[in-house]
T-cell receptor, first 118, second 112 residues
Framework: SQTIHQWPATLVQPVGSPLSLECTVE??????LYWYRQAAGRGLQLLFY??????ISSEVPQNLSASRPQDRQFILSSKKLLLSDSGFYLC?????????????????FGPGTRLLVL | SQQGEEDPQALSIQEGENATMNCSYK?????LQWYRQNSGRGLVHLIL?????REKHSGRLRVTLDTSKKSSSLLITASRAADTASYFC????????????FGRGTSLIVHP
């Protein structure tokens, strides 16, 4: 069966410090991968998605970046954190084969990383 | 911007009662999904309904879709305290990427 891992679970970082959040998926190949941010009491904001190694699409301009160095690894990074980067970061995967294909809509989420920037 | 918007924002009921949440959206969709999120956890997929379907059932869950009104409802029958969570609808827009767009969610509290 497929599983998705995120770490760390909780992170407290000072403003201006770098960030690296990691997400890995097991039990599937060539998944589509996603990073979301959820502010308190708000919905999910799609940050990045990837349909393959080295292929990253950015949904919103910001000081965050994403990379996919391996098929089942997705990394969210920042060189300098802002206070507004605080939130709950969720990684998700969906069925392989790329977007725009029926049957790939369901997403499976990791446990999330709670980031507090002080 | 949010495509789907859930209503109500918060719902408080007693165990055993039914809980109904609604989702309205703005543009044509291929499908609509409902997800559940327990506090501080990731989202869990509950059910997907396609634009050519009107109703789907899964256990105590019943989802309806009215494309003419651009709305969907999620009914949880005989609720339990363990159903306490936030519920999100996510819409897949026709003609666009299949990536679902999430609403802000309905916070459901079921009192034992």
């Amino acid at each position: 069966s497929q599983t998705i891992h995120q770490w760390p679970a909780t992170l407290v970082q000072p403003v201006g410090s770098p960030l690296s959040l990691e997400c890995t998926v097991e039990g599937t190949s060539n998944p589509n991968l996603y990073w979301y941010r959820q502010a308190a009491g708000r919905g999910l904001q799609l940050l990045f998605y990837s349909v393959g190694i080295g292929q990253i699409s950015s949904e919103v301009p910001q000081n965050l970046s994403a990379s996919r160095p391996q098929d089942r690894q997705f990394i969210l990074s920042s060189k300098k954190l802002l206070l507004s980067d605080s939130g709950f970061y969720l990684c998700a995967w969906s069925g392989p084969g790329g977007p725009r294909l029926a049957g790939k809509e369901t997403q499976y989420f990791g446990p999330g990383t709670r980031l507090l920037v002080l | 911007s949010q495509q789907g918007e859930e209503d109500p924002q918060a719902l408080s009921i007693q165990e055993g009662e039914n809980a109904t949440m609604n989702c309205s959206y703005k543009t044509s969709i291929n499908n609509l999904q409902w997800y559940r999120q327990n506090s501080g956890r990731g989202l869990v997929h509950l059910i997907l309904i396609r634009s050519n379907e009107r109703e789907k059932h899964s256990g105590r869950l019943r989802v309806t879709l009215d494309t003419s009104k651009k709305s969907s409802s999620l009914l949880i029958t005989a609720s339990r305290a363990a159903d306490t969570a936030s519920y999100f609808c996510a819409t897949g827009i026709s003609g666009g990427s299949y990536i679902p767009t999430f609403g802000r969610g309905t916070s459901l509290i079921v009192h034992p």
